[in-house]
Nanobody, 124 residues
């Protein structure tokens, strides 16, 4: 059974940092592309960042220069380092594998694999 388990969410003041982690099991980590999606109150599901198996990364314009995605193949884990957090970053963040696109709501089980989500709250 494929499992994606997220950790690292929480509450922080604007300008602060959080690091999300996603540990994968049940499949061969190196064969898959990973991404972080988020859904904030009143917003549609948004792809924040993705990383391919060979390390190519992409970011939403809204987080470029502030967020960094990385992967640890030895630990089957993907990280999302979030710096300079803003109140508009408040959302439930989902780790996903093999999800090139999502519908308006996360998680969208029509595609790939999803974690359970972790809440990130940024106060002003």
């Amino acid at each position: 059974e494929v499992q994606l388990v997220e950790s690292g969410g929480g509450s922080v003041q604007a300008g602060g940092s959080l690091r999300l982690s996603c540990t994968a099991s049940g499949f061969t980590f190196d064969d898959h592309e990973f991404g972080w999606y988020r859904q904030g109150p009143g917003h549609e599901c948004e792809l924040v960042s993705s990383i391919s198996s060979d390390g190519n990364t992409e970011y939403a314009d809204s987080v470029k220069g502030r967020f960094a995605i990385s992967q640890d193949h030895a630990k089957n884990t993907v990280h999302l380092q979030m710096n300079s957090l803003k109140p508009e970053d408040t959302a439930v963040y989902f780790c996903a594998a093999d999800v090139p696109i999502s519908g308006p709501d996360c998680p969208d089980f029509d595609f790939g694999y999803w974690g359970q989500g972790t809440q990130v709250t940024v106060s002003s």
